[in-house]
């Protein structure tokens, strides 16, 4: 259970057509615009400008009509024209483009902020719930999952925020606008624009169902060759072993045959629409200037400065017809990006119902323990418990009993059968046993990562419930299975395991782990930069530095989830020493997976299925003659 | 980017096709307007309906045409383009497969993935968008420009202002955004390097309690991106009041002097009309020219990603005249020395052995000692660095490399089974095999039982790696599949590792009744694996430190002695 699950990196990396009808639109919309509520001024602002904007558009086509007909025509022929009525109604013309201008660049620049500041909102919200939810869920969400709501599903919702929404909104606008000063213009070619409209309509919906149906089956055609080349690239190694290179190669043949007829097919359709739309759109541009041609000529309905606003016209008002088409799918496919992302932020919280926190305190001159601070050098680690208005101390011991504990992580098989134990302070408490017997969820347990169903955990006599979840880890040092590192320094990676330690507690640290002379060899000593989880380092250098994490953090109870992995001889002699010395006057629970390094425990516990099935020191053990015995000998398999 | 364009190969006559149509649908788009002029000017200004009705028609006709241009285009776009995208991918994954395990260790399979979906996808789309668009704008530009230079010249000065206006203020906002933008991007990794660390490592930070502080880190890189994305975005939106402004001024210039040019007699409402059209159609042709522009600069990186495994050269390739016949299973190494990477320390050094046929050899050493690396130059994994490796006499660079392989059995370490049934698993091993065959391998390798107590028996389908099977039952799958292979050396890299000992001294027996004509190599941690093999090597530090029987070694080899008698104190101690 403790095995990291791989990053999802070779899985397809958008999820765009998985799931992508949102569950319920409405709420996540009214729960979106719940993220815009401290824009509100600026909102209104953006939609004021959007409708200036959008205005300007159409009143410089539209102006073209009285342009030509009261400005342009009636001068034609005349003797010395008097061009100042046309030179006003330019100027005024270009205050107007001039306004809409200025409305176009504020409601963007306004909208940039709204949307960086509100995607940095929900980003951090999501993070901050995320830290607070129950190692449960990360068993059961892969990390390309959740990778994935900050990335594309992110991405998704900025998009639509800063663009989607505002040019749909300025869309509408626009063809709202132009259809009404279409129809004052001329209503019977305002009908052709409308039947011209209704085809175009039909054939965003004709070709963008089919495309979307298609790219449906091409996402799945990605999924399943993604799915094969991960697996075979994976076994890489094994292929060229057997000369398998041929049938690989065949193989994915046909799977990249399949992705190509699904892609051709949904791009078929998807290219298509833009050229067909385009060209519609001059079609009813045609239709127009020969129906207007013959209105003009042949009756009063139209004159000369109307058709050519109408032609101008025709073009703005099929360019965000098309754009609407377009940023409507976008939306919907972001407001389920947005449901993921709400998703996890309705996750429920890890349950800290615990009121016994631990702090530093020191006798007072009556001995009674007063509480001091962390820094204080006389201080010692102490329960603090709240009685009435006061607050009890119990000075932290490491005592650790489990009483009739079952536990079951799925709610179904118990993976713990009423276990007992104890680990009396300073004592050093093996877990042995084959996979899947229990050892790790043992220690799963002391440290609340999991809440057991049934039984008692007790530490120093408190009921682990009842300690603040932050105060029990804290009291608790773990050294995990898999050493996980992070992007910075060295020294920062060990200070991980107290913040505020010196230079020198965590040189000093460093050197107990038995990790300084490793460290003192990199590149920078313990200013090198580790990057991609401590790529740069061996297996063994790795754990090095995760014991003087635990080091620092000087806890007075110790977990050691031993490696499995094979080292050489000589670090894991190093790494022994530097566990020993970590080892030193705490209570320790040491997962075992080799027998050679517990021999001196003072009690080995055999797991077996979730039972305890011996206790004992290695002696009484090996003479008692059982499963320990067998495995310690190598007649059972142990990992 | 353009490097791409050789693997059109059978799509390339569509690929050049789809200009073609372009280039009409373009040609045709443009003319309309001009038609449209006509109709006003001399139809309407005449009265002349059957001059508006041929005109119209001829107009309808040619839109109809671009139409079909502009469909056909469409399809042929996608065409080339996603059939250029099935040939990269064909060709990056058969790249892969020629290379040699060096090849394979310096690509995370992660990354090929990435780049055999995302980033031919990305290539993909861009192709296509290119197909059209860089050769439609720019004849567009030029076809519509020409155009209004025929209606009218003086008024085509206004374009001639605003397209190099237009063109330097596009491409600098590109130029000074660029920059910020992959900046921003740089910032999304590091954000995107925050959770992923987090996500791995969410035990280590659940039990030193720090949340806080991750989520403080996280804050950190978010504020980060906010800000980056601002200044990035800042200057993008520039060029919507530019585009504006351009497309603004040109209606209201030209309708300025347009107008007075028709007050004057020189010009005619038809004229202006179709003018203000064809600003229309340039304005956006340079718009989309830049946009293009953008894209293909995003594009290199996906085609540098997708060139590096193509170009790519494998480390081992086939000799010109190779010997496809292993005449036996002897083996030899002849000052042999052998670095991963060159110029690096030798991970074995001056290796020199002599193995006959049908021998059982085991090797022990510590890790770290190469006892992985010496047996994979065998099959010729990786090629040796100095010296040579000979099996059947032949150096195994002058074989056919299947051949060489399929005579050369191995056992990986780190082994690998397939989704799929057991059979189709062990059919890896001999395509044709009988069922005969296949249960023979499988009670060599102990897997019989154990196959045979699932339900669906040897049908039984594993899911991808075998996770359905504990690591023991994984090893012995592997063994049964490489001794169908029946090869005439079979080497055995620590591979019952998980296997119990009862287990393990059983397949051990099978091989030595069953398998008598094959030499066998085999690797192991514990002494008792190799104790009765035909002779032992032991490996330090990637030399030979000794070489002979059990009861040789246990009288003069320091080493051998040390692990033997320390493996054997564990299980002595107790009896």
Redesign the interface.
Known sequence: M?K?KQ?G??K??KHIYKGVKPKNIKKTLIRLFGYLKEYKLQLIIVAICILLNSG?GIA??GF?KP??DK???P????QN?D?SG??TV?LA??GV?LI???A??IY??LM??IT??T??TV??QM??HM??LP?KY?DNTT?GN??SR??NDAEALRQTL?QSIPSVISSSITVVGVFIVMLIYSWILTLLVVGMLVIMLLTVRFFGGRSSRFFISQQQA?GQ??GY?????????????????QQ??RK??EV??N??EN??RA??Y???????M???S??S???I??LG??L???TPFLT??A??SF??LT?SFTMPINQMSNQINFIVMSIAGAERIFEVLDEPIEQDQGTVTLVKAKKDQNGQFQETTDADPQGVWCWKKPSGDGAEFIKLKGDVRFKDVNFSYDGKKLVLKNVNLYAKPGQKIAFVGA?GAGKTTITNLI?R?YDIQQGQITYDGIDIKDIK??SL??S???V?QDT????GTVRDNIR??K?DATDEEIEKAAKLANADFFIKHLPEGFDTVLTG?GANLSQGQRQLLSIA?AAV?DPPVLILDEATS????RTEKIIQEGMDKLMEGRTVFVIAHRLSTIRNAQAIIVLEQGEIIERGDHEEL?DY?GKY?QL??????L? | MFKLAKYFKNYAKIALTTPLFVIGEALLEVSIPFLMAKIIDVGVANKDINYILLTGLLMIGMAFLSLVCGAIAGKFGAWAATGLAKNIRQNMYYKIQDYAFSNIDKFSTASLITRLTTDVNIAQDTVQMSLRALIRAPIMLIAATSMAFNINSRLTLVFLCAIPFLGIALFTLIFIAFPKFLALFKKYDKLNSVVQENLIAIRTVKSFVREDYEIKKFQDASSDIMNYAKKAEKIVILNMPIMQFTVFGCILAISWFGGNQIIQGRMTTGQLTSFLSYIMQILMSLMIISMLFVNIIMTRAAANRILEVIDETPDITPPKNPVTEVADGSIEFENVSFSYKKNDNYVLSNINLKIEHGQTIGLIGGTGSSKSSLVQLIPRLYDVTKGRVLVGGVDVRDYDIKTLRDSVGIVLQKNVLFSGTIEENLRWGSKDATMDEIVRACKIAQAHDFITSFSDGYQTYLDQGGVNLSGGQRQRLCIARAILKNPKVLIFDDSTSAVDTNTDALIRKALKTELKDMTKIIIAQRVASIEDADKIIILDEGQIAGLGTHDELIKTNDIYKDVYFSQKNMGEQNE
Not at chain 1, 75 to 78: H, R, T
Not at chain 1, 270 to 276: D, E, T, V
Not at chain 1, 484 to 487: A, C, G, P
Not at chain 1, 632 to 637: F, I, N, S, V
Request: with cysteine.
């Open positions: 403790s990291s990053i990196a070779g397809p990396p300007t410089l086509n073209v342009l030509i400005y342009i025509l001068l034609v022929g005349v024209p061009l046309f030179l330019i013309m270009c483009a809409g201008l200025l176009g660049y963007n620049r940039i902020n960086q500041g995607l940095k980003r951090d993070y901050k830290q607070k190692i990360f990390h959740l990778m900050y990335t800063s990605i060759l993604n080349a991960e697996e075979m690239l994976h076994g890489q190694k094994v292929v060229k072993v057997f000369s398998y290179e690989a190669k994915f043949d990249n045959q992705l190509y892609a051709n791009h078929t998807a290219n298509m629409l833009m050229p067909i385009v060209n519609l001059y079609l541009y045609a239709l200037a020969v041609g013959f003009i000529a042949r000369v400065g058709l050519s032609l101008l073009r996979t440290n990562f979840k932050s880890r804290r608790l040092g773990i995990l996980h590192l992070f992007t991980y395991g913040l989880d994490r953090a094979s080292v050489d001889t090996i003659g015995y310690y000998t190598g007649a059972l398999e990992s």
